[in-house]
């Protein structure tokens, strides 16, 4: 049976009788907070305009950002759009797991699901829990991240529950995402030009292996520069607005945060020449030499996939603490570093 929160939402364990409940609640238009892999999400059933407009309200998720399809098997995927072959080479490589590919829509597909274009976003989710939802409730799942639109993403039902608990319904808990950032987006609909909008965990390298031909990548500032997407523009696919995956709490970003070992008092550390105070905080990639109330860091070593699965957690918790600014360190040193980046500098626009 569920747990009983403190708000309306309520918290449901993954067993086979409450996953039932749940494909049912799916089936008939409502809405539940999902585990995945990457980060949870708000799913409703994709194919159902009705619930597809529930998403948006609950989340205050303008229309011109569109959603992610989850499916359970390959025959979803051929009912929703038209794949090609890259498209099929690169799931047979890396689904189930963190890669949305954007593919032409076919007509069975909502406008309101597509941002009124003419091509749908489509993923094959590993987690185990809610591949068991999929299959049960027999049809394609819209699931954006289950959070206030712009809002960090949450990567456990507590989060979910803190923000969309008076919003929503039901919520099934299957742990901490593993991953903790979004996944890969790579736009498909012309497989001679294919191009990476959105870095996540599997990078563009490796699908540049997979396809046998160059990838496109994002530009690295495009998240702040000309290039970015406009919030007034219907967008291909999600996470490309300019200031996304944000804190309340101003983020600023670093290179690298030096630290001060000298007759400074405890806690304090220089970013840039900026000295730092109690009511700033300074979040490392590994653990710092320094110890005070208001540093904190990511990884005991420094590991990517540590940083990437604890990041949206920890500006969560910092952005509770009453912090007037919150100090970065940006990611080097590997693939995954991309993604971490492009998070952080989208949590840092203005």
């Known amino acids: 049976m569920p747990m009983k929160l403190s708000r309306r939402a309520r918290l449901f364990r993954p067993t086979p009788r409450n996953l039932a409940f749940l494909a049912a609640r799916l089936q008939a238009g409502e809405l539940v907070a999902v585990p995945t892999e990457t980060v949870y999400g708000l799913a409703g059933d994709a194919l159902n305009p009705a619930a597809c407009r529930k998403i948006f309200k609950a989340k205050g998720r303008p229309t011109n950002d569109p959603l992610i399809v989850h499916v359970h098997s390959l025959d979803q995927l051929h009912e929703l759009c038209v794949p090609n072959a890259a498209a099929l080479g690169l799931a047979r490589k890396f689904w189930p797991g963190p890669l949305t590919l954007i593919l032409p829509k076919l007509p069975i597909v909502s406008d309101l699901v597509t941002a009124g274009k003419d091509s749908v976003a489509v993923r094959m989710p590993s987690h185990p829990v809610f591949r068991r939802l999929l299959k049960l409730a027999g049809r394609p799942l819209a699931a954006p991240s289950a959070n206030p639109f712009g809002y960090i993403s949450p990567t456990t039902a507590a989060h979910v529950a803190d923000n969309l608990g008076k919003k929503i319904a039901y919520i099934l808990d299957g742990g901490a995402a593993q991953i903790g950032l979004e996944s890969t987006i790579v736009?498909?609909?012309?497989?001679?030009?294919?191009?990476?909008?959105?870095?996540?965990?599997?990078?563009?390298?490796?699908?540049?292996?997979?396809?046998?031909?160059?990838?496109?990548?994002?530009?690295?500032?495009?998240?702040?520069?000309?290039?970015?997407?406009?919030?007034?523009?219907?967008?291909?696919?999600?996470?490309?607005?300019?200031?996304?995956?944000?804190?309340?709490?101003?983020?600023?970003?670093?290179?690298?945060?030096?630290?001060?070992?000298?007759?400074?008092?405890?806690?304090?550390?220089?970013?840039?020449?900026?000295?730092?105070?109690?009511?700033?905080?300074?979040?490392?990639?590994?653990?710092?030499?320094?110890?005070?109330?208001?540093?904190?860091?990511?990884?005991?070593?420094?590991?990517?996939?540590?940083?990437?699965?604890?990041?949206?957690?920890?500006?969560?918790?910092?952005?509770?603490?009453?912090?007037?600014?919150?100090?970065?360190?940006?990611?080097?040193?590997?693939?995954?570093?991309?993604?971490?980046?492009?998070?952080?500098?989208?949590?840092?626009?203005?």
């Open 187 to 350: 736009d498909l609909r012309d497989p001679k030009r294919p191009a990476v909008l959105r870095p996540g965990a599997i990078s563009a390298a490796e699908i540049a292996r997979v396809l046998r031909r160059p990838v496109a990548e994002p530009k690295r500032n495009s998240s702040a520069g000309k290039a970015s997407a406009s919030a007034a523009v219907a967008q291909v696919a999600p996470g490309m607005l300019a200031r996304h995956y944000s804190p309340h709490t101003p983020v600023v970003l670093h290179d690298r945060i030096e630290e001060i070992a000298s007759d400074k008092k405890a806690g304090s550390v220089r970013t840039s020449g900026v000295s730092a105070g109690d009511k700033e905080a300074y979040l490392f990639l590994r653990r710092p030499a320094q110890k005070g109330p208001n540093i904190f860091w990511l990884d005991e070593r420094g590991s990517l996939k540590g940083i990437a699965h604890r990041l949206f957690a920890m500006l969560r918790l910092l952005d509770t603490q009453g912090f007037t600014r919150i100090h970065v360190e940006q990611a080097t040193g590997g693939p995954l570093a991309a993604a971490i980046n492009d998070r952080l500098r989208r949590a840092a626009a203005r």
